[in-house]
């Protein structure tokens, strides 16, 4: 999974609509809420889940924090930086919550879990902390906030909560989120998730296909499946490669994407199943995190260089023009230079279309946090600059050998700048920008031969 914010907004795209934007879905009723959100794309699915849960209370939603009687902010605790930005957030519009008594403030999401005692000290205008187990308590919650102000807590993990019957408010557009798994049992060394959301667990399939049947009947023809480890995905009622069997049965459902995938869970049978359905993605989003067996060993990570590799010849067997993406960690505590060489020959050798790259940072209560950080700030940074650098010129390179294909491209919407000029994406996840004519539609499958790239993005012609 990668964060929403920064990486995933390509620079010089952010005029065209993405697919993090849930419609406000607005009844009856004159409350408004706020909400940002921060993190993952599953911190964007649980706030399309309390929108609706709110929208059920009467509630809609506004953009001013302002004109809210109902300020939410959403947060991710996955790296230092990412507390510190809803921190800054937080502080900066805690004064509506001062100005008006009936205003009340809550924050959601991964630093509820994590960082309780800071968000309190820090911003004492809090009134509601709700963990990503609990937002069903919610209504509850504001029932008995009605008439006075209080602090109110729902936290830790519910190993049984997977929101079953409940589903998120439809996307904007016509690519939709929708949380298949919550948790994780890894133990992945430098991660804060699995505190942040408890122990992994499946939603039933019959609840995802049905709300995956609800959103195609909204207009919506492409699904990204959430989880941690979502590949591991297995319910009392189907194994991941049975959803995405029941998924392709659904009519009008284009597309089947999924994030984020373990590399250990992509099986045989799977990676089988996989290219024998025609609505799932030939672009698959592996998380190597490092190219060094023994960074990865430290990590636990639980494959070797050697078996990320073989998972990816695995797929490619299957799935001979599949495109990967992946997330990698530079600076780990005791890599060396040699480790850190190591990560950028394995992206030589696999050379991702994309790749969200990160610094590492120390996550108190991880199992890193204790190991002794080797290697400083700049260093750190130099060998970020460095894998970014690799990565770029590997992203020109994979996008330019696409230059001459026919590609179907889905289409998410027109440019605000150019009303003509329209964004869309092929199965590989490649943005590319048409002129699809005037009858053109969000959602819509158009061939188009490709005649460019601009930076990151293709162009093309409707062939
Ligand atoms: N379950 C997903 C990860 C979610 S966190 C997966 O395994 O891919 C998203 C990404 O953030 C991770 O893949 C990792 O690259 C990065 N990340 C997590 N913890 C980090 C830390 N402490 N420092 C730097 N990057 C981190
Ligand atoms: Fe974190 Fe590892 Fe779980 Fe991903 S698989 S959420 S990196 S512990
Ligand atoms: Fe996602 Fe951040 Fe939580 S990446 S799972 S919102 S810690």
Request: glycine share 8%.
């Amino acid at each position: 999974m990668f964060p929403l914010s920064g990486a995933f907004r390509t620079p010089g795209v952010a005029t065209f609509p993405g697919v993090d934007n849930f419609e406000n879905p607005s009844r009856s009723g004159d409350k408004r809420y706020f909400l940002e959100t921060y993190g993952c794309q599953m911190n964007e699915y649980d706030s399309a889940l309390v929108a609706e849960l709110l929208a059920e209370r009467g509630y809609s939603r506004t953009e001013d924090p302002g004109g809210a009687d109902l300020i939410l902010v959403n947060t991710c605790s996955v790296r230092e930086k990412a507390e510190e930005t809803a921190l800054e957030k937080l502080r900066s519009i805690a004064h509506h919550r001062r100005r008006n008594p009936s205003v009340r403030m809550g924050v959601l999401g991964c630093m509820a879990e994590n960082r309780r005692e800071s968000i309190l000290e820090r911003i004492p205008e809090v009134d509601i902390l709700l963990g990503p187990d609990h937002y069903d308590r919610l209504g509850q919650v504001l029932d008995e906030h009605a008439p006075v102000r209080k602090l109110t807590t729902a936290l830790g993990p519910d190993i049984a909560q997977t929101y079953e019957g409940l589903f998120a408010a439809p996307p904007a557009g016509t690519t939709a989120f929708v949380a298949v798994q919550r948790g994780c049992d890894m133990k992945c060394s430098y991660c804060i998730v699995p505190t942040t959301r408890g122990p992994e667990r499946s939603r039933p399939l019959r609840d995802v296909v049905e709300e995956t049947r609800r959103l195609v009947h909204k207009g919506v023809v492409e699904v990204m499946l959430l989880g941690q480890t979502v590949n591991a995905y297995s319910a009392d009622d189907g194994t991941f490669a049975e959803l995405l069997v029941a998924l392709d049965k659904i009519p009008g459902l284009r597309r089947v994407r999924f994030m984020s995938p373990h590399p250990r869970y992509f099986t045989e049978p799977l990676c089988r199943t996989m290219a024998g359905l025609p609505t799932v993605c030939r672009h698959i989003h592996i998380p190597l995190q490092s190219g060094s067996s023994r960074v990865l060993r430290s990590m636990r990570r639980q494959y070797s260089r050697d078996q990320f590799l073989r998972i990816v010849e695995r797929l490619r067997t299957h799935m001979p023009d599949v495109s990967f993406t992946t997330d990698i960690i530079a600076g780990y505590p005791g890599e060396t230079e040699a480790e850190h060489r190591e990560t950028l020959s394995l992206m030589e050798e696999v050379k991702f279309d994309t790749a969200y790259m990160f610094a590492y940072s120390p996550r108190p209560g991880t199992l890193s946090a204790d190991m002794q950080e080797t290697i400083s700030e700049p260093e750190k940074q130099a060998r970020l600059a460095e894998i970014i650098e690799l990565q770029r010129k590997h992203t020109y390179e994979r996008l330019d050998s696409c230059v001459g294909n026919v590609e179907e491209i889905l289409l998410e919407g027109a440019s605000r700048r150019n009303g003509e000029e329209w964004i869309g994406k092929t199965t590989h996840f490649r943005k590319v920008v048409v002129h699809p004519g005037s009858d053109a539609k969000p959602g819509q499958i158009l061939r188009a031969r490709i005649t460019a790239r601009r930076g990151q993005i293709l162009w093309g012609e409707i062939a």
